[in-house]
T-cell receptor, first 108, second 112 residues
C-alpha cells in the first residue's frame, strides 16, 4: 500500500516563506505532485517532480529526494490568497494517491 | 483548458437508494478517477479507469461500482446508499503520468 505524511496545519505571515514537507512510503513510485485546494473549490495542479531535485514555478518550488522518500513544497513571498489546503500525491503507474493535506493559513 | 464536469454540485439521497454520479471530460483523456474527500482524510481513491470498459479498484471500492462505456464519461454508482457515504465526491481526468490531474468541481452527497 501507500502512505503519505504531511503536517496538518501551518501558519505563516504575509511575505514570508513556508515549506510544507511530505514523506511517503509506496511501491511503484513514479513521482510526486502537489495540489492546491481553496475552500469549496476543486484541487488544482501545482507541480510534478519525476526526478530528484528542485522544480521552480514562479513563487512556488517543489523538491524531491527519492532516496529519502521525501519531498517538499516551498512557497515564497506569501500572499493572503495562498491560504488553502496543499496536498502531496504520489504518482503510481496508472493512478495517484494523496496525503491528508496541509492547511496553510497566511496572516497579515 | 480541460474541463471536467460533474452533473450535480449538491445531492441529497435516502438510505438504500441507488445513486449515480456522472462525470464528463472534454479533452480525450485516457485516465479517469473517482475520489472521495473527507475532513482530515484527504482524497481517497475509489475507482479509476485507464480505458473504455476498463476499471481498477482504488483504496476504498466497497459499496461503489463504476461504468465507463465511452471515453469521455465515467460514472460512479452507489448501489445502496448509506449514511457513511455522505461525502464530497471528486472526479478527475489525466493523460499519462506526470501530467496534472484536472478535477471537477465536486458533488457533495448527503445520504439521510
Amino acid at each position: 500500500g501507500q502512505s503519505l505524511e504531511q503536517p496538518s496545519e501551518v501558519t505563516a505571515v504575509e511575505g514570508a516563506i513556508v515549506q510544507i514537507n511530505c514523506t511517503y512510503q509506496t511501491s511503484g513510485f513514479y513521482g510526486l505532485s502537489w495540489y492546491q485546494q481553496h475552500d469549496g473549490g476543486a484541487p488544482t495542479f501545482l507541480s510534478y517532480n519525476g526526478l530528484d531535485g528542485l522544480e521552480e514555478t514562479g513563487r512556488f518550488s517543489s523538491f524531491l529526494s527519492r532516496s529519502d522518500s521525501y519531498g517538499y513544497l516551498l512557497l515564497q513571498e506569501l500572499q493572503m490568497k495562498d491560504s488553502a489546503s496543499y496536498f502531496c500525491a504520489v504518482i503510481l503507474f496508472n493512478d495517484m494517491r494523496f496525503g491528508a493535506g496541509t492547511r496553510l493559513t497566511v496572516k497579515p | 483548458d480541460v474541463k471536467v464536469t460533474q452533473s450535480s454540485r449538491y445531492l441529497v439521497k435516502r438510505t438504500g437508494e441507488k445513486v449515480f454520479l456522472e462525470c464528463v471530460q472534454d479533452m480525450d483523456h485516457e485516465n479517469m478517477f473517482w475520489y472521495r474527500q473527507d475532513p482530515g482524510l484527504g482524497l481517497r481513491l475509489i475507482y479509476f479507469s485507464y480505458d473504455v470498459k476498463m476499471k481498477e479498484k482504488g483504496d476504498i471500492p466497497e459499496g461503489y461500482s463504476v461504468s465507463r462505456e465511452k471515453k469521455e464519461r465515467f460514472s460512479l454508482i452507489l448501489e445502496s446508499a448509506s449514511t457513511n457515504q455522505t461525502s464530497m465526491y471528486l472526479c478527475a481526468s489525466s493523460q499519462g503520468q506526470g501530467n496534472g490531474y484536472t478535477f471537477g468541481s465536486g458533488t457533495r452527497l448527503t445520504v439521510v
